[in-house]
């Protein structure tokens, strides 16, 4: 499966963002997504996550702010990001896998391009 994640830009602190991660496969529902980041000289780290059964994780940096959803029928996951912060300031990529837990980003398969998120102070 393609992905193709779009939406990142640059924000004030505050602000909000939606990003949004396209899939090429109509079985995408199927699958289990996660969106992560990477900021500059820092580890890539799993942000949000989804199930194919809707199941959601978030990491504790972004609980209360963000939102994961998907749309099955567009095959498309998106990640509402709300209080942006200037720490969220990264690279973004949603990536996906077959099975697994949704917090196991050993096993995530299939990546998309990333998108930039910018929050400024």
């Known amino acids: 499966v393609q992905l193709q994640a779009s939406g990142g830009g640059l924000v004030q602190a505050g602000g909000s963002l939606r990003l949004s991660c396209a899939a090429s496969?109509?079985?995408?529902?199927?699958?289990?997504v996660g969106w992560f980041r990477q900021a500059p000289g820092k580890q890539r780290e799993l942000v949000a996550a989804i199930s194919s059964g809707s199941n959601t994780y978030y990491a504790e940096s972004v609980k209360g702010r963000f939102a994961i959803s998907r749309d099955n029928a567009k095959s498309a996951v998106y990640l509402r990001m709300n209080s942006l912060k200037p720490e969220d300031t990264a690279v973004y990529y949603c990536?996906?896998?077959?099975?697994?837990?949704?917090?196991?980003?050993?096993?995530?398969?299939?990546w998309g391009q990333g998108t930039q998120v910018t929050v400024s102070s």
């Open positions: 990536a996906a896998k077959w099975r697994g837990e949704i917090a196991d980003v050993a096993t995530y398969s299939y």
């Open positions: 496969r109509r079985t995408f529902s199927t699958y289990n």
